[in-house]
Nanobody
Framework: QVQLVESGGGLVQAGGSLRLSCAAS????????MGWFRQAPGKQRELVAA???????RYADSVKGRLTISRGNAKNTVNLQMNSLTPEDTAVYYC?????????????????WGQGTQVTVSS
């Protein structure tokens, strides 16, 4: 089993930056690709960014050029650097991990989930 713990959320003004981190523990050797999702009040959960264990990344159109996903030096970490934040980025952000190495683009493709961290961007 794998446990994922997110950190780095908080309150920031529009135009500001935040860096989210996710650390996995447990059977981390089973993890290959990872991703970040978000869910705003009244909206469906959506993919923000994903990264394959072999390097390729994928971003939602709404965050391209502003958010960057990266794996840490340790296999069990993934980060999300968020710049030029807008109020529309306000949501709970979830870290997810999957056993397969290919990019996962929807939630059902992921095997493990964190509890989420709140990001609030004020105008």
């Amino acid at each position: 089993q794998v446990q994922l713990v997110e950190s780095g959320g908080g309150l920031v003004q529009a135009g500001g930056s935040l860096r989210l981190s996710c650390a996995a523990s447990g059977s981390i050797d089973s993890i290959n690709s990872m991703g970040w999702f978000r869910q705003a009040p009244g909206k469906q959960r959506e993919l923000v960014a994903a990264i394959s264990s072999r390097g390729p990344t994928r971003y939602a159109d709404s965050v391209k050029g502003r958010l960057t996903i990266s794996r840490g030096n340790a296999k069990n970490t993934v980060n999300l650097q968020m710049n030029s934040l807008t109020p529309e980025d306000t949501a709970v952000y979830y870290c997810a991990a999957r056993k397969r190495w290919q990019l996962g683009l929807i939630g059902d493709e992921y095997d493990y989930w964190g509890q989420g961290t709140q990001v609030t961007v004020s105008s």
